[in-house]
């Protein structure tokens, strides 16, 4: 039963996402967003068990940075390598749709550099959300499978085009190019990022020089001369500036004089670089990755873009708990900040569910399946955050796992299952319950269906169920305490 739910719940998974509205049609014109009030930072961690994986991390000020969800993953890779790193943040003109796209990498599996780089995926993983809290499963785009010797597809960026109505997004494969084997930049258009055109040769160094590493910020008001700029990871990370991000580009110049590199020239080693633009003021931050001292992102800014000297460093910031690696910020607006506050907070207890009637038992899961046990190993199979409800924040609760991060309690047939949410009603619906009462110790908790109110949560030979409660047997299996 389990695994045929699961297939089941994946399925409706694919098709709620086919069902979704095609991204803004080319032509149209994008709507003014809100005024933005702080920021969001998605990035991985490094290459721990779980640490290729997507992290959140949020500001008020662009400089002090508080890790969200306890510092856990809020999103999981179950495709490709089942790994992600580089993620990218991406918003369409409207703000009503949402995506993370990264690279379907993970060197903790025992993957070496150069196999990830020469015979690595070819594809990027990719996540859709219409409210930034709420996601897609993931699906996989082979976006470098058509380039000749292509041996991956990294460190994926996005940007909107209202040129052309559509999504340019550029990312690195290393592949034979006139008798050189390199990394090069290559790109892609999209409107969903679903489909996409032939892959084009974007950026190119000359030689043997490679690069990785790139992002585009687009500039209101063409402040410093130009409409779009880029910093790349190579050489001392140049600056390059543009009126059109399929056009031609201008070098302004480079981060020598303060003594950055990626490696050419030694100084502070660096990759990774993100934009950023301050909130209410013409003012930009460009994050880079001190990558090879461990020391993790550090800002520079510029009240100037057109001219590399305006860049200063900055002391007065703090990145937070973790190290955060190669990732990007989206500026937010208050209604989506007070969204992804409510829905990862910088701090969330985590719960296990006790069993009333059997009080070394908890509920876990295994293999999906849910079901009560003593001496739960490991520990986190057992351990779950109570988040408001998915359906229904008022008064409800959802279950989300600690170690499955994106999957929740859901019942299914009137069975329970660990599944991942599809961001559709149905699966909101399955996975909220309201707190009451116990039904067998009113000391304890009982917790109702939202979708079928005649009936709870309650285990029966020790596997969770969704029943109507008629007896006192049925009243004390329905009983649970949250305990920590």
Known sequence: MPRVAARVSALLAAICLLLLPAAQAPGAEAAALDPFTGYLLAHFTGESANGEQIYLAHSR???????????????????????????????????????????????????????????????????????????????????????????????????????????????????????VTKNRIWYVRTSDFRTFTAPQLFIDRPGSQGIIDTQIIEVPNSIGGYRYYRASADGHIPIEASNSILGSWTSLGNLSHLGISNG????????????????????????????????????????????????????????????????????????????????????????????????????????????????????????????????????????????????????????????????SSIFAADATFRQVAGLGNAAWSSFQSYNYPDRYLRHYDYLLRLDPIGDTQARNDATFRLTS
Request: glycine fraction near 10%; proline fraction near 5%; aromatic fraction near 12%.
């Open 61 to 179: 000020d662009g400089l002090t940075w508080r890790d969200l969800n306890n510092g856990s993953p809020v999103l999981l890779s179950t495709l490709g390598t089942r790994g992600v790193r580089d993620p990218a943040l991406v918003r369409s003109p409207a703000g009503d749709r949402y995506w993370i796209v990264a690279t379907d990498l993970r060197i903790a599996s025992g993957t070496s550099w150069s196999d990830a780089a020469n015979r690595g995926s070819t594809s990027l993983v990719v996540w859709e959300s219409r409210d930034l809290v709420n996601w897609s499963a993931p699906w996989l785009i082979n976006v470098a499978g058509a380039i000749p010797g292509a041996g991956n597809a990294w460190a994926p960026e996005a940007i909107y085009n209202s040129a052309t109505g559509d999504y340019v997004l550029y990312w690195a494969t290393n592949s034979p190019r006139n008798g």
């Open 264 to 423: 050419t020239g030694g100084g502070n080693v660096v990759e990774g670089p993100m934009w950023m633009q301050f909130n209410g003021r013409n003012e930009w931050a460009l994050y880079l990755d001190q990558f090879a001292t461990g020391r993790g992102y550090m800002p520079i800014t510029s009240t100037n873009l057109g001219s590399v000297t305006n860049f200063r460093t900055r002391t007065d910031y703090n990145m937070g708990a973790s190290r955060k690696r190669h990732g990007s910020i989206m500026n937010l607006t208050a209604a989506e900040e007070s969204r992804v506050l409510a829905r990862w907070p910088s701090t969330t207890t985590v719960n296990r569910i006790q069993a009333y009637t059997h009080q070394d038992r908890y509920v876990r899961h295994a293999n999906y399946d849910v079901r009560i046990d003593a001496n739960v190993n490991p520990a986190q199979d057992a351990q779950f955050r109570v988040v408001p409800g998915l359906a229904n924040n008022s008064g409800y609760v959802s279950f989300e796992s600690v170690n499955h991060p994106g999957y929740y309690l859901r019942h299914y047939g009137f069975d329970f299952v660990l599944a991942a949410n599809d961001g």
